[in-house]
């Protein structure tokens, strides 16, 4: 059974960089993608990106100027990191994994997630 | 277009059938999956493609055309939630999900 905890700074001021981290337990670590999304208060859920264990990235376009996305394969853990933060970028913040073992490739795991306001 | 449309809110009463659906170009080329959130809970994956997930056998889904569907036979009052979409967009490169529907059960 798969579980993730995620950890980082829930309150930052506009300019600064959100980091998120989120470890993985339990898991084929090398077999999965790891996966950021995130959710708007009151809102729906936005994909961010994610990452294989091989080092490869895909960010949604919106983001991609400003999202960095890495893995630590020794600790099994990966990394979000989004520049420069503004209020729309207040949301709770979720890690997750994706099994392609099955062509559709549903995010079978999700993170506790972790409320980040943006606030001056 | 890249993106996935779901209608907002759906109502269902006791025990009875409904069906959330989530329209989109991608969704001709790839099978969607289904997370449920209830309010302050992370999504859980309930249906993906054609299968269920550890999940009452009352939850199934399907597709046609452009059209992805989730049904609920005999809803519960449990399964009160959000229910999102999501499948890769139209070039298979990334990811989406649709605005996600809101099931009232009566």
């Known amino acids: 059974q798969v579980q993730l905890q995620q950890w980082g700074a829930g309150l930052l001021k506009p300019s600064e960089n959100l980091s998120l981290t989120c470890a993985v337990y339990?898991?084929?670590?090398?077999?999965?993608?790891w996966t950021w999304i995130r959710q708007s208060p009151g809102r729906g859920l936005e994909w961010i990106g994610e990452?294989?264990?091989?080092?490869?990235?895909t960010y949604s376009p919106s983001l991609k100027s400003r999202v960095t996305i890495s893995v630590d394969t020794s600790k099994n853990q990966f990394s979000l990191n989004l520049s420069s933060v503004t209020a729309a970028d207040t949301a709770v913040y979720y890690c997750?994994?994706?099994?392609?073992?099955?062509?559709?490739?549903?995010?079978?795991?999700w993170g506790p997630g972790t409320l980040v306001t943006v606030s001056s | 277009s890249s993106e996935l449309t779901q209608d907002p809110a759906v109502s269902v009463a006791l025990g009875q059938t409904v069906r959330i659906t989530c329209q989109g170009d991608?969704?001709?080329?790839?099978?969607a999956s289904w997370y449920q959130q209830k309010p302050g809970q992370a999504p859980v994956l309930v249906i993906y493609?054609?299968?269920?997930?550890g999940i009452p056998d009352r939850f199934s889904g399907s597709s046609s055309g452009n059209t992805a569907s989730l049904t609920i036979t005999g809803a519960q009052a449990d399964d009160e939630a959000d229910y999102y979409c999501?499948?890769?967009?139209?070039?298979?490169?990334?990811?989406?999900f649709g605005g996600g529907t809101k099931l009232t059960v009566l």
């Open positions: 997750g994994v994706r099994d392609c073992s099955d062509s559709v490739c549903p995010l079978g795991y």
């Open positions: 339990g898991g084929s670590f090398s077999t999965y993608y």
């Open positions: 990452i294989y264990h091989s080092g490869s990235t």
């Open positions: 991608s969704l001709r080329r790839f099978y």
């Open positions: 493609g054609k299968y269920s997930r």
């Open positions: 999501s499948s890769r967009d139209i070039s298979g490169s990334h990811w989406l």
